[in-house]
Each structure stands twice: as C-alpha cells, then as structure tokens.
C-alpha cells in the first residue's frame, strides 16, 4: 500500500548539514502492522513527518498503491504526535475534539454524536470526560482521545510515533493491547514507532532498525528480535528488557 523509495532528507542550516534520513526504502501492505526503531535521533519522526508531508524530502520517492504519493492520498494517512498536545487543541472539550473531524466530513449531528461514543468505548474513556478539556486529562487519556480523533477519520495508515514515551511501560502495553482490539473490529494498518523495542513482541509483524537515518536491519519481527544481524539492534533489545529495569541494571 505505502511504499517508499530511497527517501531522504537533509536539514541544511547555515553551520551544518544533518543528514536524518539516508536512502530508507521499506513497503507497508494493507492492514499491517511495521514497527519503526532506533535511538533518539535516528530519523524516525524525520520519517512520519515526510510521509505525512510535515517535511519536503531531499531524495527518493513514496508511492501509495503504486501512484506517487499525493495531497489525496495523505487524507488517507493519520499521525498521532509524539507529544498529544500538538495535535490537541487545550482550549476545546473532549467532545469537540472528537467531534469536528466529523464535522469537517459533513456527518450529520445527531450519527457524529453516535460515533463519538462509540470511539469513546473503545478507547475506555469515560462519557463524563466529553465536557472537560484536555487540561484536566492525563497524558494517557490524551493519546487515547488522539486514537478515538483518529479512529473518526478512518484511516487506511495509522502512524503512532512514540505515543507513550513520557507514560510507563504497563500503560504502553495496555495501549498496544487497545490498537489490536481496535484493528480486530477495523482494517488499516499502522506505522508504530517506539524505543521500547520489547512491547512490539507480539504486535508488529515486521520491524525496521534504525541508526543515523540509516536502515541497519530489516525483517519479520520475531526473527528480528530472537536473532538481531546487527550489534546496534542488540544493544536496542538489550536497553529495553524489562528484567534490566527489574534488576536495576
Ligand atoms: N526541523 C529540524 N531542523 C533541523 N534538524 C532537525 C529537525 N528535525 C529533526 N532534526 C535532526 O534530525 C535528526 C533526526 O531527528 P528525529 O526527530 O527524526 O529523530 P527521532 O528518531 O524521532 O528521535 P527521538 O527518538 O528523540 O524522537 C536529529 O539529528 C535531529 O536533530
Ligand atoms: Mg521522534
């Protein structure tokens, strides 16, 4: 469905040239799910921000069903921000958050309505946060209003990147136990970016490995993470074990 091409991309300023993506090719098929990894800086946001067209790349090419990547195409792409509050606004209740995506696809009122509980549901939010603003949610709470905003525009590529860095580890996987649900009722496919290389076990079907912009290792995502061709990727798992963290390594 996506495919992309020897993307690049350099940030130019006028002391320095960063090279953040560096010739990345990789393929994402309907209704999959590719894990997206690597250490801080590697280029993984660089990445969903070309796809989405956040960012001009410098090199390569992104085809969507084999036509060249378009403004069309993109409305078909959502991307939930590694920090929820540049994508929700702090001023609006949660019901007009999750409502004007609908709004804007001219659903009448009263189905927009119907949809938004149902997006409510199965994100696990409570009804009595409809009226609150984001302020008084908490940072899980705002990535899974961001899921159910999502969820309204029926996106055929889902990017999640980093979408519970500041949260901890149990409620990362809670989050990746709902998107499974949430594509078991639903078919699109999802772009999943992560540090924590260990919650993905079970969820990615494919992982690609990530250094300097650069792709170190590509593949099926258990053979990736039973048997890493790479130190670096080692090194990843390693960083992420949650028996380290247990014995305080
Ligand atoms: N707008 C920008 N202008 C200049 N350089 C940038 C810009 N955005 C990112 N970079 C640089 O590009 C490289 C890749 O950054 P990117 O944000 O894509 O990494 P990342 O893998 O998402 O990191 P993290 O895990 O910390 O979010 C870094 O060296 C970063 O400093
Ligand atoms: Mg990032």
């Given at each position: 469905m996506l495919r992309v091409d020897k993307l690049s991309k350099t940030y130019c300023s006028k002391r320095s040239e960063v090279h953040a993506v560096d010739e990345v090719s990789f393929i994402i098929?309907?209704?999959?799910?590719?894990?997206l990894i690597g250490e801080s800086g590697s280029g993984k946001s660089t990445i969903a921000e070309l796809i989405v067209g956040l960012q001009q790349a410098t090199g390569g090419e992104m085809f969507w069903e084999d036509k060249k990547l378009s403004k069309h195409h993109r409305q078909q792409i959502q991307y939930i921000f590694q920090n929820p509050d540049r994508s929700l606004n702090p001023l609006w209740t949660v019901e007009q958050l999750l409502m004007e995506p609908l709004r804007i696809k001219k659903v009448p009122k009263d189905e927009a309505r119907k949809i938004v509980q149902r997006n409510l549901e199965l994100?696990?939010?409570?009804?009595?946060?409809?009226s609150s603003t984001t302020r008084e949610?908490?940072?899980?709470?705002?990535?899974r209003i961001a899921i159910a905003r999502t969820l309204a525009l029926q996106p055929k590529l889902l990017i999640a990147d980093e979408i519970t860095a500041s949260l901890d580890p149990r409620t990362e996987e809670n989050m990746i136990e709902l998107l499974k649900e949430i594509k078991r009722e639903t078919k699109f496919s999802i772009l999943y970016i992560t540090h924590r290389i260990q919650t993905i076990k079970d969820f990615?079907?494919?992982?690609?490995?990530?250094?300097?912009g650069q792709v170190v290792e590509q593949g099926a995502a258990?053979?990736?993470l039973s048997?890493?061709?790479?130190?670096?990727?080692?090194?990843?798992?390693?960083?992420c074990d949650y028996r380290n963290f247990q014995k305080g390594v």
């Open positions: 098929p309907a209704n999959d799910i590719m894990a994100v696990y939010l409570p009804d009595r946060l409809l949610c908490s940072g899980g709470q705002k990535q990615a079907s494919k992982i690609l490995v990530l250094r300097k258990k053979q990736v048997a890493p061709q790479t130190e670096y990727t080692r090194q990843l798992i390693q960083a």
